[in-house]
């Protein structure tokens, strides 16, 4: 199973940018499907973008399309999601995901209980 430690969230004024990394270990990387989930408190933990194992194929939520980008280096065993445009709303614990079973061509998981191992998660805070 693949282990994923996330970093990269912190404080930022609305407008702004922040990259998350994902860093993943012990299994091989390009062998899974990967997300990015959020929660913030008092909320379930939502979807926010995945992408497929060579990174041809991206998908993001409504609410985050047009200002996150999510790419993969393979040779670096790491996911990012770049956040642009940042919004109070996006305030929440920022995690990456990994998913190991096969995607058809038009399915991705979108849902948590799709996903096999978590990162422990990093804070992410947008300040108006």
């Known amino acids: 199973q693949v282990q994923l430690v996330e970093s990269g969230g912190g404080l930022v004024q609305a407008g702004g940018s922040l990259r998350l990394s994902c860093a993943a270990s012990g299994s091989t990387f390009s062998n899974y499907y990967m997300g990015w989930f959020r929660q913030a408190p008092g909320k379930e933990r939502e979807f926010v973008a995945a992408i497929r194992r060579g990174g041809g194929s991206t998908y993001y939520a409504d609410s985050v399309k047009g200002r996150f980008t999510i790419s993969r280096d393979n040779a670096k065993n790491t996911v990012y999601l770049q956040m642009n445009s940042l919004k109070p709303e996006d305030t929440a614990v920022y995690y990456c995901?990994?998913?190991?079973?096969?995607?058809?061509?038009?399915?991705?998981?979108?849902?948590?209980?799709?996903?096999?191992?978590w990162g422990q998660g990093t804070q992410v805070t947008v300040s108006s």
């Open positions: 995901a990994a998913d190991r079973s096969y995607w058809t061509s038009s399915y991705y998981a979108n849902a948590a209980y799709e996903y096999d191992s």
